[in-house]
């Protein structure tokens, strides 16, 4: 099947809800570009009457809220099917759980279809040479072989590659791989200076493996374009904004939440590495923190664009010999959407 496309960037609403609930930090992998701190984020595994707590302090926002199952691996939690089902029954719009497709705990036999909207997989390569570099020996395989259990279970899946200078090369294998699969939904992210990325970095300033911005301007978007001929929907981050389009922040102009293990609850997370948490779980409710924290930042103005990116990962803004920048980030949560032209 090849059919037209059309790209739109995704503007930011407060009328739809996210919940990006991490239930632990362990994890089975190690992959190079993880962007979880357990010295930041917590080395405990929820219990199940937390987790169900922390949901309900959402719960008057649950009707337009998503929730987005995480880890470390969310599968390696051996309530998850009960926290799914406690989402469900308190009224979530939509659940997703994110993993790396190793399917801990029989999972895929104790939710159904009609409780997980998504099983959302996590693949850094076209191959396993590329991919089983950044993610572990046997993974491709092993998320490959999830997916296909998980389709023929019934459940709707999607697929996430981070783009990076490891594995750029490869993106534009992957809408045949997509269309084989069977995948429905394509998420393309970038590669931030976080977690093991900025611990690597810091050891080695040429580790940072982020790719240049003509690259992720001709690659990305073509390569969005050619899985959406194939029927499938991508979204990626926009990163760089056209010159004459405003910055917004998604944490003034959206409703999107962190939370971590440890109670810390985020509303960017540019911000996850430090302990600037807006939000945090106290006694099961949900409070707001004193100055000074990421929301105090939100509303300052760069001609960089984005002000967390320009203080905790400026290397990559380019500027020209008068000082300006060269292009203006976009916050990190803004996304361009290419849909096929149905």
């Avoid at 997703?96 to 997980?116: A, H, M, Q, R, W």
């Avoid at 611990?199 to 050619?226: C, H, K, M, N, T």
Wanted: charge should be neutral; aromatic fraction near 10%; charged fraction near 20%.
């Amino acid at each position: 099947m090849n059919r037209s496309w059309i790209k739109k960037t995704v503007a930011f609403s407060r009328e739809a809800v996210n919940l990006f609930f991490h239930l632990l930090t362990g994890c089975n992998l190690s992959c190079r570009h993880c962007y979880i701190n357990p010295a930041q984020h917590g080395t405990n595994r929820l219990a199940l009457e937390t987790i169900e707590a922390w949901l309900r302090a959402f719960s008057n926002k649950s009707h337009r809220a998503n929730v987005i199952f995480l880890g470390g691996e969310p599968t390696l939690h051996p309530a998850l099917p009960l926290a799914v089902k406690a989402a469900r029954a308190m009224g979530f719009q939509s659940i997703t759980i994110d993993t790396n497709g190793y399917l801990f705990n029989d999972i895929l036999s104790k939710v159904t279809p009609s409780e997980v909207d998504f099983f959302s997989f996590s693949l850094d390569g076209a191959t396993a040479t590329v991919n089983d570099a950044i993610r572990g020996e046997g993974s491709y395989e092993t998320c490959l072989a999830g997916i296909r259990k998980a389709i023929r279970r019934g459940f709707h899946t999607s697929l996430i590659y981070t783009v990076s200078a490891e594995n750029l090369h490869e993106l534009d294998r992957m809408p045949t791989l997509l269309s084989t699969l069977g995948i429905e939904r394509f998420f393309i992210q970038v590669i931030g200076i976080r977690g093991r990325s900025a611990s690597a970095v810091e050891a080695d300033p040429a580790a940072a493996g982020q790719v240049r911005p003509d690259e992720w301007l001709d690659i990305i978007p073509r390569v969005a374009g050619e899985a959406a001929r194939l029927g499938i929907p991508v979204t990626y981050p926009k990163v760089y904004l056209d010159p004459e389009e405003p910055f917004a922040c998604a944490g003034i102009a959206a409703d999107n939440y962190f939370i971590f293990p440890n109670g810390r609850v985020y509303r960017c997370p540019l911000c996850e590495d430090y302990p600037l948490h807006s939000l945090a779980f106290k006694d099961g409710r949900l409070v707001s923190r004193a100055k000074v924290t990421e929301a105090d930042l939100f509303p300052l103005t760069l001609p960089e664009g984005c002000v967390m990116n320009r203080i905790i990962q400026p290397g990559n803004i380019q500027y020209a010999p008068d000082g300006s920048p060269l292009h203006r980030i976009a916050c990190c949560m803004l996304k361009e959407e290419v849909v096929p032209d149905r």
